[in-house]
């Protein structure tokens, strides 16, 4: 993760421990007819204060993250020869 600043070298501490990925997965799933469905799954911890909210934000992040390379992935696929 890296927290946006309009500072140069700042390196927050809480970034070191505060989500941090266990692991993760992207698996292929036949779907039959020539078709297969691709998704993304992350085991991910969150260790701050308000937890309730960041667990939120780092959901939501990680679901964009999820999001952006799966669209990459299916725009490759379409346009591949």
Same mark, same amino acid.
């Given at each position: 993760?890296? $927290?946006?600043?309009?500072? +140069?070298?700042? #390196?927050?501490? #809480?970034? +070191? /421990?505060? @989500?941090?990925? $266990?692991? =993760?997965?992207?698996? @292929?799933?036949?779907? =039959? %007819? !020539?078709?297969? $469905?691709?998704?993304?799954?992350? /085991? ?6 308000? $937890?309730?909210?960041? !667990? /939120?934000?780092?959901?939501y992040m ?7 390379? @799966? %669209? #990459? ?9």
């Amino acid at each position: 993760m890296t $927290e946006l600043s309009l500072h +140069d070298h700042i #390196h927050p501490p #809480h970034l +070191d /421990w505060a @989500l941090r990925s $266990e692991k =993760g997965e992207f698996r @292929l799933t036949d779907l =039959g %007819n !020539g078709r297969i $469905e691709l998704s993304a799954t992350t /085991w991910f911890h969150v260790t701050m204060q308000l $937890e309730p909210y960041w !667990g /939120w934000m780092s959901d939501y992040m990680i679901h964009a993250i999820h999001q952006r390379v @799966l %669209n #990459h992935i299916k725009l490759t696929v379409k346009t591949a020869p």
